[in-house]
């Protein structure tokens, strides 16, 4: 995979970002010698090579260095909520123009079972069982760039135990659920208590999740385009069949049906040059069927959407949405934004150690996310561009960046 190069003459500016990151940012932090030490921990993120372990970080330096950073990261109690949200209100006012939040799963393969939340799972992202962690961060994304403000680490049963729990620092609230349970909960809560405007949110759900995440966005008012397997089955009316309605067809068979009503999207992806043409149709459908408990049908109707690539003879992906008054041009380019983050996800937040955390504490884990994620912004917000595709974003001002926007109530 293509790795982001940190060219030399930036490294001033990604300095720079990080002191304003500081000071906007880690306010929440009582003590002095604790934002000194986030720096410390910023800047080793955006220049170490190789793994950005908290050895690493701290390089050849005196032994109390890498100590001080382990006291930092692993067991010192600042709250890393309030960091996190006063990055996503940060990025609302500096990037440029977002449009969605994009939930993207992540997982963290491990040798050993001592580090937080791992466990012998099945994961549908490689499609086997793994020895990993599994995560899933919230980014804030645009076509032009993308940045995580929030992360969730799922526990597997185990790990919710009181000899796992009290080893790792897990907190009672914590629960173990399904990483799509757990993303869900997580822009539930940022939708609540952030001060954030309304975006529409842009996933993958499974079968089994899908009917669950719908109720719970559907109730707290928050715009979704879920992207499904074109095996799910689908409840539609019976207009124009011989019977009435409603029927349940898988959602592969019913975008099929509608081919004849196809509209073609131009569009460009993400990190390249060249164009793409893209067909799109779409279909009504009423709440999707769950053998394990029935779902109440939204307020809001449910549009399934499907899309043929170039020379495709059957339609290869497909989304749900409760945004039915969009063109579907619009529809496919959000949901598209999950490629945006996928790309910034390889070339900027892997090269500055989202997965390198290797301590056992569950603040730990939380505490190196944050940062990475703060290191993350300084390198597209502070670097110059990369491609014309790349973010183009100048440093903002300290002044500038803290004026306060109009929220969407």
């Not at 003459?9 to 304003?20: A, Y």
């Not at 123009?97 to 490689?126: H, T």
């Not at 559907?218 to 011989?242: E, H, Y």
Request: aromatic content about 6%; glycine content about 6%; hydrophobic content about 40%.
């Amino acid at each position: 995979m293509a790795r982001a190069v940190l060219a030399e003459d930036s490294t001033t500016e990604i300095s720079e970002m990080i002191n304003v990151l500081i000071d906007l940012l880690f306010e929440s932090l009582p003590r002095r010698d604790q934002r000194n030490w986030a720096r410390v921990y910023l800047n080793g993120l955006v220049r170490t090579t190789g793994k950005r372990t908290i050895r690493n970080i701290a390089g050849s330096g005196a032994s109390s260095v890498e100590q001080s950073l382990q006291q930092f990261i692993s067991k010192s109690p600042w709250d890393w909520v309030p960091v996190r949200r006063s990055l996503a209100q940060l990025l609302e006012r500096t990037a440029h123009r977002p449009l969605a939040w994009v939930l993207r799963p992540m997982v963290i393969e491990k040798a050993g079972d001592r580090s937080v939340g791992v466990g012998r799972q099945f994961v549908p992202q490689l499609g086997r069982t793994a020895n990993c962690q599994q995560a899933s961060g919230v980014w804030l994304a645009s076509s032009e760039a993308s940045f995580p403000v929030e992360w969730t680490l799922t526990l597997p049963g185990p790990w919710t135990g009181e000899l796992l729990r009290r080893r790792a620092g897990i907190p009672d609230t914590a629960r173990s659920l399904t990483p799509a349970q757990d993303a869900v909960h997580a822009v539930r809560r940022m939708a609540a208590t952030w001060q954030l405007q309304r975006r529409p949110v842009v996933m993958e759900v499974a079968h089994g999740d899908l009917p669950q995440s719908i109720e719970s966005f559907t109730r707290q008012d928050i715009p979704f385009v879920f992207k499904v397997d074109g095996s799910l089955p689908v409840s539609f009316s019976g207009a124009g069949r011989c019977a009435p309605g409603p029927h349940t067809a898988p959602a592969r068979e019913l975008i099929d049906s509608r081919r004849s009503r196809r509209r073609v999207v131009e569009w460009t992806r993400h990190g390249r040059a060249e164009g793409a043409v893209t067909q799109l149709a779409s279909a009504p459908v009423l709440a999707t069927p769950c053998e394990d408990r029935p779902v109440p049908v939204p307020s809001t109707p449910l549009l399934l959407v499907g899309a043929w690539s170039e020379a495709a003879l059957l339609p290869s992906e497909f989304w749900i949405t409760n945004i039915g008054d969009r063109p579907l041009a619009q529809l496919f380019l959000l949901a598209k934004l999950a490629d945006r983050v996928s790309l910034d996800f390889t070339e900027t937040c892997e090269p500055v150690g989202i997965r390198d955390f290797e301590g056992r504490s569950f603040r730990g884990w939380h505490h190196h996310a944050t940062l990475a994620s703060v290191a993350h912004a300084a390198k597209l917000l502070g670097a110059r561009p990369r491609s014309p595709d790349g973010y183009a974003g100048p440093v903002r001002s300290a002044a500038a960046a803290a004026r306060p926007p109009a929220y969407m109530r």
